[in-house]
C-alpha cells in the first residue's frame, strides 16, 4: 500500500508542477453531485482495506478506496452499523473517502448525526504532497483544530482523504415502522411536538400526506412508543427506509431536485412542486420540473434555511450555483481554507463553489 500512497504523492506534485487540476474519484457514485467535474482522474479504489477495527471500542479505520459495502458487511458481523446511514450509491460504488468526502447522510442522521459528528480522525494528502494527521482513533480526542471533521462534505476541494477513523453504534436491537394518514402543516406539528418527549423515533418521512415513523431501540421502549403513539403499522419498514436512504424510492425519479435544509419547526413551504419531508422537518425535498431558483433560496433564505440544487436534469449551462450562495465572510474563510490545504488550486476545481 505504501507504493499506491507514493503513487498519489508524485502525480500530487505533477499536478503542482503544471497547475493541472487533479479530479478525485472513489466508485464515481456520486459524480453528478455537485458542480461541473475537472481534471485528470485520479483514481483512490486501489488503496483499500480495513486499517483497525475493534468492536469493543466502537471504531473502525479505514484507507479511502474500502468499498462502503465491505465496511459494513463487517460491521454487521459484529452487530453493529455506521448510524448516519450513508446513502449507498450505484452497485457498491461507495468508497468510504468518497462517503466522508460527500458529507451525505440518510434517514437517521437526525436521531444519531451527520457523517461530521462520526469522524475521530483523518489522513490528507495537501496540495503540497504533505501527509497530513489530524484527530485519533478515540472518542474523547479534542486536542487542536477538529479539521477532520471539516473534511466531511469538502468534495474532495481540500485534499485527497487517504484514511478515516470512525466511530460506529451497535444496531438496535428492535426497530419497527408505523404510518399516519395527514397533511403537511400536522404531519411537522406533531414531529416538533414528538421531538421533545422521549419516544425512540429514529427516522421520519413526510410524503404524499403520509407520515412515516421508524422507531428503534429496546424492545419496551418501542413498544411503549407503540401504544403511545397509535399508528398503523408498516410490513415492509426495512425497505422503505432503504429505499429513502440509497435515494431509490420513485419520488427521487425524474425532474430537478432541490435539498432545503431548515429550522424543523419553520413551517409549510409553499412552493411551487412535490416535497418530500426529512428529519423532522429539517430536511424537505423539492422536485420540479423547472424551478425559480432565485424565488425557491429567498423563501427558503427567509425562514432560516438554505437550499441546494442537489440535481438536475442536465448539465449547468447557466452559471447556476448549485450550492446556496455564501455570506461574503464565509466565502472568504472558505478561500483561505482552500488556499491553506491546497495553494495551485489542483483538487476539484469548482466542485462546490
Wanted: charged share 20%; hydrophobic share 40%; glycine share 12%.
Amino acid at each position: 500500500m505504501q507504493s499506491i500512497l507514493a503513487g498519489f504523492i508524485e502525480r500530487i506534485h505533477a499536478a503542482t508542477a503544471r497547475k493541472s487540476p487533479l479530479r478525485l474519484r472513489g466508485g464515481g457514485s456520486k459524480d453528478w453531485y455537485g458542480q461541473g467535474l475537472q481534471g485528470e482522474v485520479l483514481d483512490t479504489r486501489a488503496y483499500t482495506g480495513v486499517v483497525d477495527y475493534e468492536p469493543t471500542e466502537l471504531v473502525i479505520t479505514a484507507r479511502c478506496g474500502t468499498p462502503l459495502a465491505e465496511i459494513e458487511a463487517l460491521l454487521a458481523q459484529h452487530g453493529q452499523m455506521l448510524a448516519f446511514e450513508p446513502p449507498r450509491f450505484g452497485q457498491g460504488g461507495s468508497t468510504i473517502g468518497g462517503v466522508v468526502a460527500a458529507g451525505l447522510s440518510g434517514p437517521r442522521r437526525a436521531s444519531a448525526g451527520a457523517v461530521r459528528d462520526f469522524v475521530l480522525g483523518a489522513q490528507l494528502l495537501d496540495g503540497r504532497g504533505e501527509v497530513l494527521n489530524f484527530g485519533g482513533q478515540v472518542m474523547k480526542n479534542v486536542a487542536g483544530y477538529d479539521v477532520s471533521r471539516l473534511l466531511a462534505g469538502s468534495l474532495g476541494t481540500l485534499g485527497l482523504i487517504t484514511q478515516v477513523s470512525l466511530k460506529v453504534l451497535p444496531l438496535p436491537p428492535c426497530e419497527t415502522s408505523i404510518r399516519f394518514e395527514m397533511d403537511e402543516i400536522s404531519a411537522l406539528r406533531y414531529l416538533n411536538e414528538w421531538a421533545g418527549q422521549p419516544l425512540p423515533i429514529s427516522a421520519s418521512s413526510w410524503h404524499r400526506d403520509r407520515l412515516t415513523l421508524r422507531l428503534s431501540g429496546a424492545e419496551a421502549a418501542v413498544q411503549a412508543a407503540l401504544r403511545r403513539l397509535g399508528g398503523a403499522p408498516l410490513d415492509d419498514g426495512a425497505a422503505f427506509w432503504a429505499a429513502l436512504r440509497d435515494q431509490t424510492h420513485d419520488y427521487f425519479n425524474g425532474g430537478a431536485l432541490w435539498r432545503l435544509s431548515l429550522p424543523p419547526a419553520a413551517s409549510a413551504q409553499v412552493l411551487r412542486g412535490e416535497q418530500l419531508i426529512e428529519w423532522g422537518g429539517a430536511q424537505r425535498w423539492l422536485k420540479v420540473a423547472d424551478g425559480d431558483a432565485g424565488g425557491i433560496r429567498r423563501s427558503v433564505a427567509a425562514a432560516g434555511g438554505h437550499a441546494t440544487l442537489y440535481r438536475r436534469d442536465a448539465a449547468p449551462q447557466d452559471g447556476l450555483s448549485v450550492f446556496h450562495p455564501l455570506q461574503p465572510a464565509l466565502a472568504r474563510i472558505h478561500e483561505r481554507l482552500k488556499l491553506a490545504f491546497d495553494p495551485a488550486g489542483i483538487f476539484n476545481p469548482g466542485r462546490m463553489y
